[in-house]
């Protein structure tokens, strides 16, 4: 399925010049891998104190982007300058999935709890269900149509339609549903994928 995971070469080529300056200058995949999750954390905490004012949801957009790039930019320090390492893949995994939660949680403030949960959840399954892929012999599957990048745009545009003020409210639960739904698609595509691989 397509996901927005396939423009990510084209990311990455604009992010090699920082990258290489990165690395020259002694920066760690590691060190990029913790403080994307920091940040998202810290980001998580903000939204959760004040996210009853509309204005500070225009925040996430810009966390979400800066995430992107940060882990964009530990792939490629870690693949092409050589430091990947185990832990480093225990971190990228176990960062992924608590940055998700810390940024996406806040939205239970705003509508439906148990629907923002379960998208939450859901995103969870969809990463563990890429990882286990590898347990099978496949490769680590990045499928869509709902994957990280896919729900960093749906609930970035999600938080900005909030942060400028558009009366959203009634479709919230909604829009954050479908994104539950096309989660669980993402964890099934994935597991199929993984099993066809697998059998090859």
């Given at each position: 399925?397509?996901?927005?995971?396939?423009?990510?070469?084209?990311?990455?080529?604009?992010?090699?010049?920082?990258?290489?300056?990165?690395?020259?200058?002694?920066?760690?995949?590691?060190?990029?891998?913790?403080?994307?999750?920091?940040?998202?954390?810290?980001?998580?905490?903000?939204?959760?104190?004040?996210?009853?004012?509309?204005?500070?949801?225009?925040?996430?957009?810009?966390?979400?982007?800066?995430?992107?790039?940060?882990?964009?930019?530990?792939?490629?320090?870690?693949?092409?300058?050589?430091?990947?390492?185990?832990?480093?893949?225990?971190?990228?995994?176990?960062?992924?999935?608590?940055?998700?939660?810390?940024?996406?949680?806040?939205?239970?403030?705003?509508?439906?709890?148990?629907?923002?949960?379960?998208?939450?959840?859901?995103?969870?399954?969809?990463?563990?269900?890429?990882?286990?892929?590898?347990?099978?012999?496949?490769?680590?599957?990045?499928?869509?149509?709902?994957?990280?990048?896919?729900?960093?745009?749906?609930?970035?545009?999600?938080?900005?339609?909030?942060?400028?003020?558009?009366?959203?409210?009634?479709?919230?639960?909604?829009?954050?549903?479908?994104?539950?739904?096309?989660?669980?698609?993402?964890?099934?595509?994935?597991?199929?994928?993984?099993?066809?691989?697998a059998k090859k």
């Amino acid at each position: 399925m397509p996901s927005i995971y396939q423009i990510k070469p084209r990311f990455q080529a604009l992010l090699r010049p920082l990258v290489r300056a990165l690395a020259a200058g002694g920066v760690t995949a590691n060190e990029v891998t913790l403080a994307a999750a920091a940040m998202s954390v810290a980001a998580g905490i903000a939204l959760a104190l004040y996210g009853e004012t509309p204005r500070v949801w225009l925040l996430l957009p810009v966390i979400l982007f800066v995430r992107m790039a940060l882990n964009a930019i530990d792939g490629m320090l870690a693949r092409e300058h050589g430091q990947k390492s185990p832990l480093g893949a225990f971190l990228n995994e176990l960062c992924d999935v608590v940055s998700d939660a810390a940024l996406y949680l806040p939205f239970a403030l705003v509508v439906e709890p148990v629907i923002v949960v379960l998208a939450v959840l859901l995103s969870a399954l969809t990463e563990m269900a890429g990882v286990v892929a590898l347990q099978v012999g496949a490769e680590r599957r990045y499928d869509g149509p709902m994957g990280k990048s896919d729900r960093a745009f749906a609930f970035g545009l999600i938080a900005f339609l909030m942060g400028i003020g558009l009366p959203i409210q009634p479709w919230l639960a909604y829009a954050i549903g479908a994104v539950a739904l096309l989660a669980a698609w993402t964890v099934i595509n994935r597991v199929r994928a993984g099993l066809a691989q697998a059998k090859k």
